[in-house]
């Protein structure tokens, strides 16, 4: 089993950051891709960015040059295991409510969700 706990969600202006942070417990030494989906208000649940174990990162084409997806390295011992999401020139089109994502083994976690709300 594997916890993900995501923050740092809010209200910005259109052109400000923020910065999404996820911590994950439970196994998580063992995950293989982490990263971010968004659904808005009568949307789908889409992918935002994701980032492999090896450090291959994927971003939806509309984020691409805004948004910066890292993690922890969580090889050593104890270390702990993140994602985050710098979220730069912020448009009213990114609100949403963020999800945090990993799969291990094939199956698929995810947080409870954050929401990011850009005001025009």
């Known amino acids: 089993q594997v916890q993900l706990v995501e923050s740092g969600g809010g209200l910005v202006q259109t052109g400000g950051s923020l910065r999404l942070s996820c911590a994950a417990s439970g196994a998580s030494r063992s995950i293989n891709v982490m990263g971010w989906y968004r659904q808005a208000p009568g949307n789908q649940r889409g992918l935002v960015a994701t980032i492999a174990s090896g450090g291959r990162t994927n971003y939806l084409q509309s984020v691409k040059g805004r948004f910066t997806i890292s993690r922890d390295n969580a090889s050593r011992d104890n270390a702990k295991n993140g994602v985050y999401l710098q979220m730069d020139s912020l448009k009213p089109e990114d609100t949403a409510v963020y999800y945090c994502?990993?799969?291990?083994?094939?199956?698929?976690?995810w947080g409870q969700g954050t929401q990011v709300t850009v005001s025009s």
């Open positions: 994502y990993a799969t291990v083994s094939g199956r698929d976690y």
